[in-house]
């Protein structure tokens, strides 16, 4: 099979074609598959973050349940052991807690202590028996010992706390009227000290009424200096937060008295108006704390909640402007329950604990919102609202978070796409190489193909004729001294022709296997060149050629291989008798010239004979390239001359190049440089 069959060619293209067809479309799956493939990425991220949204909202859950309980153990210890100041602590202890505050029965107290405005559910309605009747007998019959006598049956432990503390309030009140101050200022003395946690949380009778009504009795008592010096007392438990005050207008009842019963200047009473006044207003809004406590936790007082209530519970609401949460929990006090609690302010409890939480947990790709704003935009694509009790937010993912993940996949998908790309380029690029290879190859195929056909007819037809005039010889059959010289000559002739067609084979082998070598020497290149025309000349003048010889004289020497030059020359001068036709005419010129600023000689050698077209002009010089004009196919030829001319050329560091027309004739020009003053050797 020949591979430079036409069919054969067809379908190696349509292969080569098909290779480049599956390519593009598997090039074409991949990137497809490397979009889908970001897009899953896609999704899975945000998908990730929200895995990460919900662990941090139990998270958060978790630990608020834990720190309330903490905190609400700790209250309800510090408030058994009465320990005011650890109370004031705990109530402090976080900024997100406003009040820490403990229900005894329906006695509210709150730490810091602030009074509380009577809750709807009044204590009136639990008065004892005998309390309103002792109030008659104070105010409308002026009785006063049997009122007494009847506040004094309200005073012991069946009574409730609140309703003790109004009847020893009663008791001072006519102690005071009936003169005996003594006893008054002992019942209030008795009062501040061993009741103060719960007058603290009342706005009536209130610690601050009681110290007043002291500072008032001894005044009364004519004690100006005790007075004066109760006064500046309950001024300093004011401004020190161990006395609430219960409202504006208390402050301006002390103000009066310290003005009345102390030395203190005007600026001074003034310094000290401004201080209860800033005192009064915090007051005020934590007293608003206080009556939400108040609105939620009554009703969950009464009846007494089931055991499900056990642990610590949430109540999260916005009442008024500001939201706030509610934790409590019940305990056990001597058989009876009490419950303990903490009011969080919420606006606090986000930016303190809530918000850094999620910043560190989130790693900034989650951001927290308040619940009741629009949902999520497509590209945040989900929300994940805060267990309770923190439901009035949710997280979402950060919009800088989707930018990135977009970027990433981005940056991902044009990877892949770029590298499929480059795959692609490569695997063509080696597909064209191969192409290219494989074209060069057959044309080589080809080419040797041709060589060896001609060079059999090159070997066959000499062959023949030294046979056949030899035999001719041999037998004696020629005719006449004539014939047998002309025999002769043609078996002379013929075997130069196939010593010179095996010397080119054999030079072309060596070239080829890189043995070649040059023993160059500083000759005459005139001479060289005669000497082959005279070998070569009886060849043209039998062929009839008409012979021009010119030759420079006095030529400077060259180095050069002699016999090499000389055969390149028969080569071309073999080429221009080949490829002449009817015009018969072949000329030398040896002269000197310089090219490329190189001083030497120039040999060309040129016919009038077919020519070479312009497009073969380049490839001449190829092993085994043969023109492929008609005419040139019908001479014989193996290809190789003029390889063997330009090997021979540039082995003397030399140029050979051609002229040309087609039909008029060719002048092939070899260029070798003159002998420099340098020493002979081998190239
Ligand atoms: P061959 O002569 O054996 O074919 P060569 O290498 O000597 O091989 O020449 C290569 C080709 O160059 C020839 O086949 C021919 O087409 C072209 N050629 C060489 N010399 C001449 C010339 N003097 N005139 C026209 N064509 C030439």
Sequence with gaps: M??????????WFIAAALVVLLTLVLAAGGIVMAVQQGRAVRQARIRGLRDRAEIVST????ELNRLA????????RAFQRQDDVALNRLASADAWIELAFVYDKWVLMTWPAITVARSERSHEAFAPPGFGLGEQLEFVDHNLDEAIKLYQRCTSEATPLYWQLRAHMAIAGCRSKQGRFDEAIQIYERLRTRYAAVLRSLDSPSLFS???ALVDVLAAADERARAGEAAEELLRDVLDGQVPLPAREYADLLVHRLAQLTNRLPEEIEGARRQLAAIADRQHHLAGAASVVRTWMEPRLDPPLGAEERGVQFVAETLGARPRLLAYQRFERSGAEILVGLCIHMETLYETFVAPRVRTAGHGDLILRPNELTPPSAAESWAQVLAMPLQAWQLQPASGFVDRVDREVRRQTWTYVGLTGLAVTVLMAALAALVTAVRREMALTRLKNEFV???SHELKTPLALIRLFGETLLYGRAPSEE???E??????RESERLTHLINNILDFSRIDAGHKRYRRVACDLGQIVGQTIESYRFQLDHQGFDLGVEIEPDLPPVLADADAVSQALLNLLNNAVKYSADEKWVEVRVARASRDGRDGMTVSVADRGVGIPVEERDRLFEGFFRGSDNKVRQIRGSGLGLTLVRHIVTGHEGEVWVASEVGQGSTFTIFLPRAEARSPGET
Excluded: C, F, M, P
């Design 59 to 62: 998270q958060l859950q978790n």
């Design 487 to 492: 025999y002769y000559s043609v078996i002379t």
């Design 69 to 76: 309980s903490r905190h609400l153990g700790e209250i309800y």
């Design 453 to 455: 056909a001609n060079v």
């Design 210 to 212: 009681v110290n007043l």
């Design 483 to 485: 014939k047998r010289r």
């Design 2 to 11: 020949s591979i430079s069959d036409g069919t054969d060619r067809r379908w």
